[in-house]
């Protein structure tokens, strides 16, 4: 046994305290002095020896011989051993007996010590020993409780600042392999004392934690929380596999020691709130090594076949992604019904509640919309096709572009292989059955461009001046937002963003509704949105645009003359040397003096007509500059009208069919029509009187590959 330098230093501490001039100071201590030989005492230097004789002693008498230095001669010999001259040359002629307790009243300044403290002799020796720099703080009520001795210990050993530590505090203490270190170099006695004190808090779980940390598995303690939560998952209490595995556990982590289901899930249960707290904070590095090592020990204990219950495991992730590429292969497998809907969506369900579908938010809205799909293909094996072409219209707007925006979506697969493999047969099936529509759409439209007719249903492109933007800007200012080349598919998804930043759609029974609006034919980008700009069925360049919405009879009528509607495109949005908004665009639109304002922005058709390379995101933050030009008019407190001039069908190995003076989708009236071909003639056709050849297939282009 040691002598300790604490009880050495708190006894000539108390005696200087009484003499500053003692200089010569004899105590008794049994053991080893492994301390230093001078010490620093306030103002004091001692001179520490610890002698085994009466010589020795006696030579270190005739040795002290600076008056500045305090002699603390350390011996196990008793009084009567030492003689009277020898016991003359020492602080008032003894030896003074180290009484720990006794030091610790006197350094704390206490009437009374709790009697659960004075029962463990060894406390006081650790208290001595924990004496901060600036020494223990004031004891209150001069009561030394066993809680203020604690939370002393817990402080100097474990780096806790209160007495009592629950199991969760101790899993977020135990996230420091440093910490776990310091704890084993604490005395042995105060190891031993711990789990007792620990378990008023913490309860058995704690008392595990400890004894974990005591077998060697510190770095282990944290994994083996994650792996209890699938080991003694409630659900599945009774799978002997599992029973078979808690066994394995206690053998290999506690000794042998039981490991009742309770305490197991106690244990995951605070390991669980640790690893949480670091995936709401996306701090993914710090437990990438526990998920690692937790899926490491299931596979050691052979319960990896029941990781899926982890919802904080990758591989669990994985696993529960995998029974959702089942069950939607199931699904299109089998005839549609409500049945295989409900266990697509159970899975997809399950595999949302797991926390690693934070890691890449993206892998969360493909599975919404695998959902979304599996649900419509059910629902379009019991519906009827469209009547009429307006319905179909309004058919489409309201679902068919919620469709679009899904199966976009599982078009870009997933990491997992065989959710994009599930992905892929699913995308398949939706495009079977889409081209059934497509089909039935192009009869409608056939028969709909020969007497097309205004509809209180349906929209012409060139009746939106009139019917919505002039109207809407007699009551206050408004801004129209021609996104070129929008589907109503990117059009739902921006429409979801808009939403989340506040901005309010306006819908039946307000000042307007949402309508479908139908392009002119050919759909192309001099005929359909020079038509819209200038509120009548035409064509034109960005010039022929501007004068057209400049002199557009309606939109004067609700403005000022000298602040006539003013239409900008592409050039004019961007500031020099930017990408910003132009300041003097920005000023009239978060001005009031201009009463309509319409502005073109080209980010959709120029991204799908030079290919894209990295998955879109439709928002107004990615269509550049929609997202300053929308700041700009809640200013003015502005009506935004969102519109586009035509659509587009994405490039997915669509069939090239080469063709003089062909657009993208559509060719002259020559040569042989194929199955997938229709021709389109009357009033929607421009010019009037023309005669263009569509496919009514979204598999076939007749221009250059593009993205769209």
Not at 329 to 335: E, F, G, Q, V
Request: proline content about 4%; some cysteine; overall charge neutral.
């Amino acid at each position: 046994m040691d002598i300790l330098q604490s009880q050495v230093v708190a006894q000539v501490r108390e005696i200087l305290k009484k003499d500053p001039s003692a200089r010569t100071i004899g105590i008794r201590a049994a053991g080893s002095w492994r301390g230093q030989e001078i010490l620093k005492l306030g103002n004091h230097s001692l001179r520490i020896h610890h002698c085994l004789s009466v010589l020795a002693i006696r030579e270190q008498l005739v040795l002290a011989r600076h008056p500045s230095e305090v002699t603390v001669l350390l011996t196990s010999l008793e009084d009567a051993s030492l003689g009277q001259d020898v016991l003359a040359r020492l602080w008032r002629q003894q030896l003074f007996s180290i009484q720990s307790w006794r030091l610790v009243r006197d350094l704390f300044a206490v009437d009374e010590i709790d009697a659960r403290l004075v029962k463990q002799s060894w406390m006081a020796d650790a208290i001595l020993a924990a004496e901060p720099t600036g020494g223990f703080p004031v004891v209150p009520g001069r009561v030394l409780t066993a809680e203020f001795a604690w939370q002393l210990l817990l402080k100097r050993y474990l780096g806790f600042e209160q007495p009592y530590v629950d199991a969760i505090e101790l899993a977020r203490w135990a996230k420091s392999l440093e910490r776990v270190e310091t704890y084993l170099q604490a005395p042995p006695e105060f190891r031993q004392s711990l789990p007792d004190w620990i378990t008023q808090s913490a309860g058995e779980v704690g008392r595990l934690m400890l004894q974990v940390l005591e077998l060697g598995h510190g770095k282990d303690l944290l994994p083996l929380g994650l792996v209890c939560q699938v080991v003694f998952a409630p659900e599945l209490a009774q799978e002997s596999t599992l029973k078979l595995a808690a066994a394995r556990l206690e053998e290999r982590y506690l000794d042998g020691q039981s490991l009742s289901p309770e305490v197991g899930r106690g244990w995951a249960a605070a390991v669980t709130q640790v690893v949480e707290a670091d995936v709401a904070k996306k701090n993914w590095q710090a437990i990438q090594t526990l998920q690692r090592r937790a899926e490491e020990i299931l596979q050691e204990l052979k319960a990896d076949a029941f990781i899926q219950i982890s919802p904080l495991l990758p591989k669990g992730f994985d696993r529960r992604l995998e029974q959702v590429a089942q069950a939607i292969l199931k699904a299109i497998s089998m005839a549609p019904g409500q049945k295989s809907v409900g266990a697509v969506e159970g899975t997809i369900q399950y595999a949302l509640q797991h926390r690693m579908i934070d890691l890449k938010p993206t892998r969360a809205e493909g599975l919404r919309m695998a959902e979304r799909l599996v649900r419509w293909l059910a629902d379009a094996a019991n519906n009827s096709m469209p009547g009429s072409f307006h319905e179909a219209v309004k058919s489409y707007f309201h679902s068919g572009g919620f469709v679009d925006w899904a199966r976009f979506r599982i078009w870009d697969g997933d990491s997992n292989p065989a959710l994009a493999e599930a992905y892929l047969h699913l995308a398949r099936r939706v495009d079977q059955q889409r081209e059934e529509e497509n089909s039935h759409f192009g009869l409608l439209l056939q028969a709909w461009c020969q007497q097309a007719e205004p509809s209180t249903e349906t929209l012409w492109i060139e009746d939106l001046l009139d019917v919505v933007v002039a109207p809407l800007a007699r009551e206050r200012c408004a801004l129209l937002v021609v996104l070129d080349g929008m589907s109503v598919a990117v059009f739902r998804e921006l429409m979801q963003d808009l939403l989340r930043q506040g901005w309010v759609e306006l819908g039946a029974g307000e000042t307007a509704s949402q309508r479908p609006v139908v392009a002119a034919l050919p759909t192309l980008t001099e005929v359909s949105r020079a038509s819209l700009l200038c509120g009548k069925l035409t064509s034109g360049n960005s010039a022929h645009e501007k004068e057209g919405f400049r002199k557009h009879a309606g939109l004067q009528a609700v403005g000022r003359a000298n602040f006539p509607p003013a239409l900008y495109h592409k050039a004019e949005l961007i500031s020099a040397g930017g990408r910003g908004l132009s300041p003097e665009v920005r000023a009239n639109i978060a001005g009031s003096s201009r009463r309509v304002i319409g502005v073109v922005i080209n980010s959709v058709d120029d991204y799908l007509a030079k290919g894209g390379q990295f998955k879109e995101s439709w928002t107004s933050e990615t269509i550049v500059p929609l997202g300053q030009i929308l700041d700009a008019a809640r200013e003015s407190n502005r009506f935004l009208i969102l519109t586009s001039d035509h659509g587009h069908v994405l490039e997915r190995d669509l069939e090239y069919r080469p063709c003089t003076e062909s657009q993208e989708r559509n060719r002259p009236l020559s040569g042989q029509l194929t199955a997938d071909e229709i021709v389109l003639q009357g009033v929607r056709v421009w010019p009037v009187g023309e005669k263009m050849v569509a496919p009514w297939s979204e598999k076939v282009r007749y221009g250059i590959k593009k993205y769209g």
